[in-house]
């Protein structure tokens, strides 16, 4: 891309040249000074921008544009010596003509340097005779438009300007055209530019032998002298404007240069117009002389053998290339892989190598078949899913397989093991796919893992797959999923093996082990761990498990007859046979022995009180079901009953030092159970759908309180937390519309604080609900911050002014600097979306004091204020102690 400066001059040489033409058409007596004049200022603009363009190449790289500003500066001086010899006689030269002949080696030199280093130099006879051709060609086209310039020279002056001139034209254009081939890739763009420019300096060079040598032509060559000339300066310009070096790394010593055809066109359409030339004038009755036809005749020779070495280059390739394709035959046909080619519309277009022992298809019937539309239904993205990753870069997803449907119509797993494209990374390319019948391979795998992980009598999975299933709830229960393990232990096995055989036994087992699939759940894992001993992961919690073991108990109690071989089913001793179950919770951070022992020794507990029934490890699942039973049962009296009640913890500002808002924190005190925790109740009230009565009165008594302390002339916000469950009932608004109205308090003094798990939730309706609370005045606060569902991709999207930061991320923010590190990132981040960040659980003085440190403005936990009821709240806020939110000195951060 030309810089501004080569712009620049480009413009002016462009007005130049439309001045110079009409002062010279119009023959005012000015043109002998204001030509020269111009083309002076021309060429030292140019000499100037080709300097500057080359002082800013690496050192190796500026030395042509360095020579080219030289010849352009060399031919500016000339102009300036033409100058001062307003009476100079055209015919006889002068003084003028010396800088621009030395220009002309100087340019030459230019090109020359334009070459890469000897050592990576292939010229070959190739370029040499298009070289050669050119030359030749300019010559003898230079020879036929000037030979009546030439009969009319008088003296040797004008003999060497007429046969000079044209001359050094065609040796420019020859030494031109052998730079363009021989040059680089990389500046073969500049070489094309360079090779304009000594066309250009040809055609000065032509007019200018024509303007000297014939008087009644010298006005129109004089036009055509003028405009080359600075066609020159402007390609010239062109050339060092797209001159872009490689690093010498990337094209080592000794590699290889693609020769370009344009070299061999541009000679033969140069001997091709010189020949065309000479035969018209002699068709036109111009004498043909001796030089002249020994210059065509070279000429013709030397085409010919340009030609030949086409031919020999063509038979060449042809027989490197038959060998090529004969060589990458015989491998393809060599391997067990199939190698499909397909179009850009995914269209077979050849197969090669085992195409119907691979593939169930002769290769003719592939052939212009869409491969997708062969493969089975669920595997039709596999073409797809290959194309994207290519597109991407490697397929990283290979080997892939994919069900393709044979000729038979059955069905064969074939395996992608390796892709490429067709052509590069342009648009439209196809691709080509090596594929692999696996079928026979897959089902071996698949019966070999059968084997190992399914129990030959029952079917159902063994130890080993249990083991991998309770290692899988395991890492699932670290993410906060539930799950519980079952032993499942049959009273009474012993007894039918004894008595009725081990046939009867065999039959029991089978029978239990389809008792226990039917009551189970198709995401719950049934397995048979030995002799009369199963076992199942049930992916839930206790209330779940301890209902499906109750389930299985009742089921398993029987009293039936167990006949020996070859006897009617009558005929065998009637036994009784029941089960025991062990329940244990899956716990994060257990092992799979440790849960395995915990419920086993629930089931031997179970054993020794008598048999037939449920035990939980340690009975706490007993006791949590239980006391779970009893709070659903009593929750929705609570309200009514007066055993709700509100508490308020305070929410200080760090550089306040005051109060500046509360969070109404619901509390529940049970007459029998004592203190329920919020945490429990509230997820009690969400599942059994009373979370929105709950949180309507929390709305309405938090809000009618708050007023009354308003009221006293206290500007505190109130935070109200709110269920997503609320949010989902689409009556939010309103709730908070009414306990606004009906307590008289202001809507920007609600806070309204919802779960970071809304953002999981992607409905535009939720966003509704919460922009229209924002719109009513509402402060929207995004609580438990990190806790575990945090998006910054859905943060964007919520109308929410604040950010309640998890108590998780304070409690080791004063010991750990990778803590600390993360709470100053959530600081900025709220910072940077504009949004409030408060820290919840600050319980020490050394939390408050990182905290700070950090940037965080507001905070709230027990070393601010615990919570309080109504009551005691004025006081609690009127005599905050403004010492507890630190003084004014800077702490480190760990």
């Known amino acids: ?88 006689d055209l015919r006889a030269g002068g003084v003028e003509d010396l800088p621009a002949l030395l220009a002309v080696p100087v340019a030459v030199s230019a090109a020359v340097l334009l070459l890469p280093p000897r050592a990576e130099r292939r010229l070959g006879t190739r370029v040499v005779l298009d070289g050669l051709v050119v030359t030749i060609a300019v010559a003898l086209l230079g020879d036929v438009l000037l030979a009546d310039l030439l009969a009319a020279v008088r003296g040797p002056a004008e003999g060497l300007i007429a046969v000079g001139y044209p001359l050094v034209g065609a040796v420019l254009c020859g030494i031109g055209l052998v730079t363009l081939t021989a040059v680089s890739e990389d500046r073969r763009r500049a070489a094309g530019w360079l090779l304009a420019s000594f066309v250009a300096m040809a055609v000065v060079a032509l007019g200018g032998a024509a303007g000297r040598t014939a008087e009644d032509a010298a006005p129109v060559a004089g036009v055509v002298t003028v405009l080359a000339w600075l066609a020159m300066l402007g390609t010239a310009l062109g050339a060092a404007a797209a001159d872009r070096p490689a690093p010498a790394a990337d094209f080592p010593p000794g590699s290889r240069r693609a020769l370009p055809l344009r070299g061999g066109v541009l000679a033969h359409g140069a001997a091709t117009a010189a020949l065309v030339g000479l035969t018209a004038g002699v068709v036109a009755g111009r004498p043909l002389h001796a030089a002249e036809a020994g210059a065509a005749t070279v000429l013709l020779l030397l085409a010919a053998v340009r030609t030949l070495s086409w031919v020999l280059d063509a038979a060449r390739l042809t027989r490197r290339l038959e060998r090529t394709e004969g060589w990458f035959r015989a491998l393809v046909h060599s391997g067990d892989a199939v190698t499909v080619e397909l179009d850009a519309a995914g269209r077979v277009t050849s197969a090669t190598g085992a195409v119907e022992a691979q593939l169930g298809r002769p290769e003719e019937d592939l052939r212009g078949r869409l491969l997708v539309g062969l493969l089975h239904e669920q595997d039709r993205d596999l073409v797809v899913r290959v194309a994207a990753a290519l597109r991407d870069g490697a397929p990283d997803g290979l080997p892939a397989t994919g069900r393709l449907r044979t000729a038979d119509g059955a069905w064969r797993e074939v395996e992608v093991s390796g892709a490429a494209r067709t052509g590069g990374r342009r648009t439209g390319d196809g691709l080509v796919l090596h594929l692999r019948d696996v079928t026979e391979r897959r089902a071996s795998h698949r019966e070999l893992e059968r084997l190992a992980y399914t129990d030959s009598l029952t079917g159902l999975p063994n130890r080993a797959r249990f083991m991998a299933a309770l290692d899988g709830a395991l890492a699932r229960a670290g993410r906060g999923a539930r799950a519980c393990v079952l032993l499942v232990d049959l009273d009474g096995f012993k007894a039918v093996n004894d008595l009725a055989g081990h046939d009867a036994g065999d039959r029991l087992l089978v029978e239990v082990a389809a008792a226990l699939r039917a009551e189970a759940r198709g995401t719950d894992l049934v397995a048979r761990l030995g002799g009369d001993e199963f076992a199942l992961v049930v992916d839930g919690g206790p209330d779940e498990a301890l209902a499906l073991a109750e389930r299985l108990v009742a089921t398993l ?37 440790a849960t395995v022992r915990e419920a086993d020794l629930a089931l031997r507990t179970v054993k020794a009180q008598g048999k037939n029934g449920v035990r939980a490890s340690g009975e706490a699942l007993v006791e949590e079901s239980a006391r779970r039973s009893r709070l659903a049962r009593d929750l929705p009296g609570a309200i009514a009953r007066g055993e709700l009640r509100l508490v308020y913890q305070p929410v200080a500002g760090a550089e306040e030092r005051r109060v500046l808002g509360v969070e109404a924190l619901v509390r529940w005190d049970h007459p029998g159970l004592g203190p329920v925790p919020p945490e429990e109740f509230i997820g009690l009230a969400e599942d059994d759908g009373l979370i929105v009565p709950l949180q309507r009165w929390v709305l309405a008594t938090a809000t009618a309180e708050h007023a009354r302390l308003v009221a006293g002339g206290r500007d505190l916000k109130l935070g109200v937390n709110i269920s997503v469950r609320h949010l989902q009932a689409r009556c939010l608004v309103e709730d908070v519309t009414r306990a606004l109205e009906s307590s008289g308090l202001p809507a920007h003094l609600l806070m309204v604080e919802v779960t970071e798990s809304v953002l999981m939730d992607d409905d535009e309706r939720l966003l509704a609900e919460l922009a229209e609370l924002s719109a009513l005045g509402c402060v929207v606060s995004l609580d438990d911050f990190g806790k575990g569902y945090s998006s910054l991709a859905y943060l964007a999207r919520l109308p929410v002014q604040v950010l309640k930061m998890d108590r998780g991320f304070v409690s080791g923010i004063d010991t750990d600097p990778r803590v600390a590190a993360l709470v100053g990132s959530v600081v900025d981040l709220g910072r940077t979306l504009g949004m409030d960040v408060v820290a919840e659980g600050v319980e020490t003085r050394a939390q408050l004091e990182v905290l700070t440190a950090l940037g965080c403005r507001f905070l709230q936990g027990w070393h601010i204020g615990r919570p309080v009821p109504a009551a005691d709240l004025a006081d609690r806020v009127d005599g905050f102690d403004p010492a507890l939110v630190g003084g004014p000195g800077v702490v480190a951060v760990p």
């Open 1 to 88: 891309m030309p810089d501004a400066a080569t712009r620049a001059v480009v413009v002016l040489l462009a007005v130049l040249g439309a001045g110079t033409t009409a002062l010279q058409l119009s023959g005012a007596e000015a043109a002998a000074r204001l030509v020269p004049a111009a083309l002076a200022l021309g060429s030292g603009a140019a000499a100037a921008v080709l300097a500057r363009r080359a002082a800013r190449l690496p050192r190796t790289a500026r030395r042509p544009w360095q020579a080219l500003a030289a010849a352009g500066a060399l031919l500016a001086l000339g102009q300036v010596l033409a100058l001062a010899r307003p009476d100079r």
């Open 557 to 593: 109690d029987r009293t039936s007859r167990h006949a020996a071989p070859g006897e009617p089913e009558t005929a065998g001793p009637v036994l009784r046979v029941s089960a025991s179950v062990g329940v244990t919770e899956v716990l994060s951070g257990a092992d799979a022995s």
